[in-house]
Structure formats: C-alpha cells, structure tokens
C-alpha cells in the first residue's frame, strides 16, 4: 500500500512540474514588455494579498520543487514571500532526498542477530593493560592502603573470552600526543542547486585545529587524492602521521606515496568513525555554521565560498579547545591586546568585518593613529 501511494505522489509531481515546464515555453513565445507588465500587474495583487495578512495555503511537494527549479532563472531572494529563507533551504533538501531515494535501488539491509545481541556489549568492554600487583603498589605509595594483590584480583572483571594481546594505549591517547605532528583528512559532500553532487576534501592539523587545505571535485580520484597532500607535506612543517578512514578512495597506491614523502600513514579502526572525531567535527562545523545557509550553484560557487569561510576559520573564529584560542591568529590579534578587562582602552577602537554577506562577523582591536 505504501509503494502504490509513494508511485501516485510520483507521479502527482511530475505531472505538475510538467505543467510548469509548458507555462514557461509559452512564456518564452511572448514578448519581454507583456512579461514583465504582467509580472508587475501580479505584484500588484500580492502586496494587497499581504496587507490583508491573509494566511497562505500550504505548499505541496510540487509546488516546492517547482519554485525550486524556477529559482536558477533569476533573483529569487527579492522575490520570496511567502516563506522564509531557511523553509526555503529545507526545500532544496527534501528535493534532494526525493532524487536520492529515486536513485537508491538496493534496500537496506536489516540489522543481523549478533549486532543486536548483549555479547557485544561485554566484548566491547575494555580491558585495562595495568596488572594488579601495579593496582597494588598504586594504592600503597599514593593513598598509604596496603592490599594483596590477590584481593585487587577480587575485583578485576573476569576474562572469560578467547585472550587477546592487550593494547599498549588507546587510540585517542595516541592521537593526542602526536597531535603537533599529525594531519587529519576526510571527505564530504555537497548538493548544488541542480542536485549535482560535489566532493570537498579537507586536510586539518590537529594541534592546532587549522585547515591546512581545502578543495573541491565532482570526481575524486587517488591521483587528485595524492595531489591534495603534495600541496601540503612539502617537508618544511614537522609532519609525521596522516590519519584517514578506510574509505575505497585512499588506495594502496595512495599510501605508499604518502610514505615516500616521509609521513606514516593511519588508518582508522574498521567501523569506527571516532577515531577520526577532530576531522569529522570539522565537517559538521563546516555544515552548521555555512553550507547549512546557502545553496551552492555550482563547483566554483562552493569554491569561493569554503575559501572565504576557511580563512575565517583559521584567522578569526575562536576554538574552545584551543583555551580558547585562535589557531592562525596574525599580526592584527597579536599586536592589539587590550589591557582592561571590562573596557576598551582610549587609544584603541573596535573594528568589524562581515564574512560571507553577513552570516559571520569578526571583531578586533585597532590602534587610534595619534
């Protein structure tokens, strides 16, 4: 029942979008004077529309997609409204996903037996590569209580499972000692205005948090790949590991080239995502403070977009993690600091500049020239 209403809404769609295809050929056999008095005769009525503060209907699925199609033609932004901006956004999206899942043949498949089970619950726990003669001596030299280490015995968890060679440290402690000297890379995707899929690759450092690079393809390929890190690890930074997934696009050939430019290549655990957290925080601060805001129209547009928001990242906005801290601040933070602490000192002054229209800001100190 379900897929005979998923064909129906189908075709109800397309039905209407072919509708709105034939009005715009007629439109094109009339003149530009007729059009654009009958375009002003229309606003005419709509701004008495909205002085009556009437509440429209809602928009179906196919007047959304059209609107959305319709808006490449021009302007759309002194056109709009009846909705806001960001409605307008989500609408982009949902069309998306109307392609998308027109697109996907093979269904999902369900979850086995075993990756629900409580088995794996207890195979996950981890295990502590502390003995407990080391528990012992722990409690005696710091806390001054003296335990055999058969009663420490007591309360360590059973190994009932096959024995495994016991780590030498978690993954994240390796990471966060080598941060300084360890890059970060990872993949995502983009949808144009045309339902065009994009790729970004980025390359982080982690100490610092700063993008080191950027760049945009619609066909990434391991060459394009390994060309991205050349740009990068050119011997003069102190980089000693690349760590990225396990993702088809990072061959075997991609790492051997790697390693001959004198990093050590780590790849993240199969199904483990975590691994590589501080990159893929990256690329949900990328969505959620400037592609969640836009429609990108093509592989330039999104070019000139992550380059401007890139150098906002890197030079102005600040990183909690970092103490908080900035992670390329330059001169015009380093040279303007102010002395007070609830006011700006006399021989200073506020200065803002917008990024990406105004969807960010950023503010800094400058001096008064005397």
């Known amino acids: 029942m379900r897929t005979v209403h998923s064909v129906l809404r189908l075709v109800f769609i397309l039905s209407s979008l072919a509708q709105d295809a034939l009005r715009l050929l007629l439109l094109g056999t009339r003149s530009g004077a007729a059009i654009k008095a009958e375009n002003m005769f229309l606003r005419k009525q709509l701004a008495l529309y909205l002085e009556r503060e009437v509440k429209p209907r809602r928009a179906t699925d196919a007047t959304r997609l059209s609107l959305v199609l319709l808006s490449r033609l021009f302007a759309w932004q002194d056109a ?3 909705v806001k901006p960001e409605t307008f956004l989500g609408w982009h999206r949902k069309g998306f996903q109307l392609l998308w899942r027109w697109k996907s043949e093979a269904p999902r498949e369900a ?124 011997g003069e930074q102190p980089y000693r590991f690349v760590l990225h997934d396990r993702d088809s696009i990072y ?50 547009h999104v070019r000139r977009i992550l380059k401007e928001w890139v150098a906002h990242y890197n030079q102005g906005r600040p990183h909690s993690s970092l103490g908080p801290g900035i992670p390329d601040p330059g001169e015009a933070f380093a040279t303007t600091r102010n002395r007070h602490s609830h006011q700006v000192a006399h021989d200073c002054k506020i200065v803002g500049r917008s990024v990406l229209g105004g969807l960010h800001h950023e503010y800094r100190l400058e001096r008064i020239a005397s």
Not at 126 to 151: C, D, F, Q, W, Y
Not at 152 to 160: A, E, G, H, I
Not at 199 to 204: D, L, P, S, T
Not at 264 to 293: H, K, M, W, Y
């Open 251 to 300: 061959s075997t050939e991609l790492d051997c080239a790697l390693k001959s430019l004198g990093v050590v290549v780590l790849r993240t655990p199969f199904r483990a995502p975590q691994a590589n957290s501080f990159c893929e925080r990256l690329v949900g601060t990328i969505r959620r403070e400037c592609l969640d805001f836009l429609i990108p129209l093509n592989e330039r």
């Open 111 to 234: 979850p086995s037996a075993r990756a629900t089970s409580g088995t794996d619950l207890q195979d996950g726990a981890r295990e502590s590569n502390v003995g407990r003669g080391r528990i012992a001596a722990e409690l005696l030299l710091k806390l001054g209580i003296r335990v055999s280490p058969r009663t420490v015995r007591r309360y360590m968890p059973l190994n009932t499972g096959p024995r495994k060679r016991l780590p030498s440290q978690p993954w994240m402690t390796f990471v966060r000692n080598h941060a300084q000297a360890m890059l970060a890379s990872d993949f995502f995707v983009v949808v144009t205005a045309r339902f065009r899929v994009l790729y970004v690759f980025v390359i982080m450092e982690v100490g610092t948090r700063k993008i080191a690079h950027c760049n945009v393809t619609d066909h990434p390929t391991a060459a394009w790949t390994i060309q991205q890190f050349r740009e990068v690890i050119t």
């Open 80 to 82: 709009l409204v009846n």
